[in-house]
């Protein structure tokens, strides 16, 4: 008898032990139909909303306008190249705070998704890359290559292992529920060959094996191998997704595009709420189960950060634009679509669907649960005209390219293409402006010549690779002395990068550019030439590194071509010539925006001369009272960067127009919060 009632109370005992030490944690699995947290499936709505691209005063705000939208889960990706600036060197403060960004969400109730990539493209400069990358002996980026899946793997045990260490996977009561390793890889997949599928293999092996306790991810990956799951990313991925590569494994969508990201020369792009809640519920209509807005907030792109071409506001359309304001009907009309499609959650998740014609282009998807429990989408694919269907035994009127939602399969309550919400309009308020010249001073580039320079090469340099992305700007100059036949020179450049400023003898004589779609570009510019030694310098520029396709590490940038032609039959060839290279501006290296070395340069009155193509611009204002977002109008400039409080706020090019004549971005920055003195440098480039 004594022993019996030993051996119960030690069961007892345990029992007791193992529940309090799970308390508080999520242990999150999947079937075929949806991720399972807690041994209850769930439907999950997810936004986009990325650390760095706003400000840790912002975070807040965001995720709980997130939340009130009918948001269950933040997904993020995780940044290589802010983390680790150099190999070994970590950086997770300020804005690159990642703990901090996981535990806000926490804090809101909300799950969170980690990107952790780490190749992320994302219109981020090089992917994400950290570009010390490049130098790496023997180096071939994502595919069965040793040396980068030894850096790979580093970086992705380092963010795991912090993650845990800080008790944030669900596994461990945190609010991470999904994992991601690579991003759309098989769209390069093929250019690897045989050691393409090899690298996947590895990539989720590597990933499982790190025991975060939550599902991993591939997103566009369909032969992601057992057990992570692959997952659709697009507009319409309700039409173009070809499911799940397991009938265990749930239907995901990691990457809704609620707009576009917009390149400098380009229009924005606008997708309608209707749009965006037509496909949302195809989706779920066809057991989807996981649906991320990208972006949800896309907010801006400090500093030099973008990828080639790409305009420092970052999906200004999404939900929540650049300032992480309401934008309407958007942001409501979505809410509207999962406050119903939550409503119906059990016979979605736990039902039996079926799907039949109710017309030539029109659609019936319907779950019926055992309880009796019935949901119906009926889907009018007719984008032409109203379209009046029946099902059973009743007549409903669908909107053209609409799906009505029936959540007890008799009243239609709901019909994606009939917006409730009334549609709003950012409105900015003029409360500075800087149009006195004595409210400005400046500081000229000097135009080096080919003496001044201290790095000599016989060839044309690969422009990121001697910059190692140090800075946007990179001279090549050389000197010649032209003989007596040169009547009306003309000088030729070719460049595979973004923009060109051509000099002759200091003197300023054109600027050319490329643009997103159209990668190289060539000058042709008659020149002056002086009897004796003639110094040409040419200033490369680049407005973002590559960030997508295969081969990254091998990519070219610069100039490619330069020549002098004298008449059609005498051209001089400079391509294989002593070059003298000067890598960034002197401002730069001086550091003119920070402020402890405003007064150690040489600041000097507006200067009314026409030769001002590299010249930086700095004044001070009182910041407006308040806490609402403060933007510049940078209209009146052309080309260059801006930094406010020693923050770079981003490039601006407003030179750049679109085919409607319109400068792509005009407002810059998101200044949050009170500032009682505010100092601005501007650096301009004139075309």
């Not at 950060?305 to 409501?332: C, F, H, M, N």
């Not at 260059?640 to 679109?658: D, P």
Request: proline share 5%; hydrophobic share 35%; charged share 20%.
């Amino acid at each position: 008898m004594k022993v019996r009632e030993m051996v119960w109370w030690w069961w007892i005992y345990i029992a007791v032990a193992v529940q309090a030490s799970i308390k508080g944690e999520d242990y999150v699995t999947y079937d075929g139909r949806s991720l399972i947290i807690n041994g209850q499936r769930k439907l999950l709505f997810s936004g986009s909303i990325h650390y760095p691209r706003s400000t840790p005063q912002m975070w807040s705000s965001l995720i709980g306008k997130a939340k009130e939208g009918g948001v269950d889960v933040i997904q993020t990706y995780v940044f290589w190249n802010l983390h680790e600036p150099q190999p070994g060197q970590y950086d997770f403060s300020g804005r690159y705070d990642l703990v901090k960004f996981i535990k806000e969400i926490q804090a809101q109730g909300l799950y969170a998704c980690l990107r952790i990539g780490p190749f992320i493209e994302s219109e981020w400069t090089y992917g994400g890359f950290p570009f010390w990358l490049h130098d790496v002996p023997g180096i071939v980026y994502r595919t069965d290559n040793e040396p980068f899946k030894f850096y790979m793997q580093n970086f992705t045990t380092k963010i795991v292992n912090l993650m845990k260490s800080e008790g944030l996977y669900a596994s461990q009561g945190g609010p991470i529920i999904l994992s991601q390793i690579e991003n759309e890889y098989q769209n390069v997949e093929a250019a690897f060959h045989e050691k393409g599928p090899i690298y996947v293999k590895w990539a989720a092996k590597m990933g499982v094996e790190l025991e975060t306790g939550v599902p991993w991810v591939m997103c566009k990956q369909t032969d992601a191998p057992d057990p992570v799951i692959n997952t659709c990313n697009g507009m319409r991925c309700g039409e173009t997704f070809g499911g799940p590569n397991s009938p265990n494994k749930p239907s995901m969508w990691t990457e809704n595009w609620t707009s576009f990201y917009q390149v400098y020369g380009g229009e924005p792009y606008i997708r309608s709420a209707e749009d965006i809640a037509f496909h949302v519920a195809l989706f779920i209509a066809k057991k989807g189960s996981y649906i991320n807005y990208y972006m949800y907030h896309g907010g801006t792109n400090f500093g030099r950060t973008t990828s080639a071409y790409v305009i420092t506001s970052y999906y200004d359309q999404a939900p929540l634009d650049e300032y992480g304001l309401l934008r309407q009907p958007k942001w409501g009309h979505l809410k509207e679509l999962h406050i119903m499609i939550k409503n119906c959650s059990t016979p979605l998740l736990q039902g039996v669907q079926s799907n039949f014609s109710i017309g030539p282009l029109q659609q019936a998807y319907v779950f019926k649960e055992g309880t009796g429990a019935c949901v119906a989408f009926l889907v009018n694919n007719d984008a032409t005209k109203n379209v009046t269907v029946q099902f059973q035994n009743n007549s409903f009127e669908l909107l053209p390219k609409s799906i009505g939602i029936l959540p007890d399969c008799q009243n239609m309550v709901f019909n994606t293409a009939k917006v409730s919400t009334k549609p709003n309009k950012r409105i900015t308020t003029l409360t500075k402006m800087f149009n006195e010249v004595d409210m400005w001073k400046e500081f000229k580039e000097d135009i080096p010549n080919f003496l001044d320079t201290s790095l000599p090469s016989n060839s044309l340099l690969e422009h990121m690779n001697t910059t190692q992305d140090k800075s946007d700007y990179l001279w090549y100059t050389f000197s010649f002395q032209p003989n007596s036949t040169c009547p009306q020179p003309v000088l030729h450049v070719e460049s595979l990068g973004h923009v060109v400023h051509a000099y002759i003898n200091t003197i300023f004589i054109e600027a050319g550019h490329g643009s997103h779609d159209t990668k190289g570009f060539s000058m042709d510019i008659p020149i002056t030439l002086i009897d004796g030694i003639n110094n040409v310098s040419i200033l490369s520029v680049m407005v973002g590194l590559p960030d997508s396709g295969a081969f990254l590490e091998s990519r070219y940038a610069g100039l490619t071509k330069v020549t002098i032609q004298c008449s059609e039959s005498y051209i001089y060839d400079f391509t294989n010539y002593t070059w003298g290279y000067q890598i960034g501006l002197e401002g730069e290296k001086l550091q003119v925006f920070k402020e402890q070395s405003l007064e150690e340069v040489e600041w000097s009155e507006i200067d009314d001369s026409t030769n001002k193509s590299l010249t930086w611009y700095k004044t001070t204002f009182d910041a407006p009272i308040g806490d609402e977002p403060i933007a510049l109008n940078m209209s009146s400039m052309q080309k260059g960067a801006v930094w406010v409080n020693e923050q770079s706020i981003g490039r601006y090019w407003v030179s750049f127009l679109t085919s409607k004549g319109n400068p792509s971005q005009t407002l810059y920055a998101k200044i949050v919060g009170t500032m009682c003195l505010a100092h601005s440098s501007t650096l301009l480039e004139i075309y």
